[in-house]
């Protein structure tokens, strides 16, 4: 099946800086590809899906300048979380949808654990 | 997507089956139920869909009321491995958006 990387697995940083996580599609080529949030003990959240070439698309309350994203080929995106704080503290998932039978399942990273100091 | 409504958490005796409950009473014709699982600091992984017939695979099998407006994920034995997050997902074949939403799910607890 296909295979969703995300790199990095977990991260510290201190307040104020930015950080970078990396989804990459390993054996699927993907025009789209969805970014998740998820606090302890919460469902996931969707931020944002990217567009391979063109701009992403922010959820409602999802601001595009602290998160911004980068989708330059069909096989990776990007998720820059800027100026950090520590209510970005949080659990930070990508996925890939893969057509099956009509149904898109998606097929999930194993999630970038960000704890901003 | 329709919403669907799962119980907060289950417990179950490893190698005995368990029967996850969903309830999608305004589920449309042409919404299919999806099944994921998250386990503990991991993302997501698929587990199984169907629209109105009974599935089985290698992971599980789902039944589908006749009414779509329940489905059960059947796990056929538990093991410790299985104890995760389960989250039962109507999808719109035409969804665009092609995102997942997602509910609460439930807590599945495997005890030894």
């Known amino acids: 099946g296909a295979v969703v990387s995300q790199h990095p697995s977990r991260v510290i940083c201190k307040s104020g800086t930015s950080v970078k996580i990396e989804c990459r599609s390993l054996?699927?080529?993907?025009?789209?590809m969805f970014w998740y949030r998820q606090f302890p003990k919460q469902s996931l959240m969707l931020m944002a899906t990217s567009n391979e070439g063109s701009k992403a698309t922010y959820e409602q309350g999802v601001e595009k300048d602290k998160f911004l994203i980068n989708h330059a080929s069909l096989t990776l995106s990007t998720l820059t979380v800027t100026s950090a704080h520590p209510e970005d503290s949080s659990f930070y998932i990508c996925s890939v949808p893969i057509g099956r039978s009509g149904a898109n399942v998606l097929t999930f990273g194993a999630g970038s654990r960000l704890t901003v100091l | 997507d329709a919403k669907t409504t799962q119980p907060n958490s289950m417990e179950s005796n490893e190698e005995e089956p368990v029967h996850l409950p969903c309830n999608h009473s305004t589920i449309s014709g042409t919404d299919y139920i999806h099944w994921y699982r998250q386990l503990p600091s991991q993302g997501p992984e698929y587990v199984i869909h169907?629209?109105?017939s009974n599935v089985n695979n290698r992971m599980a099998s789902l039944a589908i009321a006749e009414d779509r407006k329940s489905s059960t994920l059947i796990l056929h034995r538990a093991t410790l491995r299985d104890a995760a997050v389960y989250y039962c997902i109507l999808r719109a074949s035409f969804n665009a958006g092609n995102m997942l939403t997602f509910g609460g799910g439930t807590r599945l607890m495997v005890k030894p």
């Open positions: 169907g629209l109105t």
């Open positions: 054996d699927f080529q993907a025009t789209t």
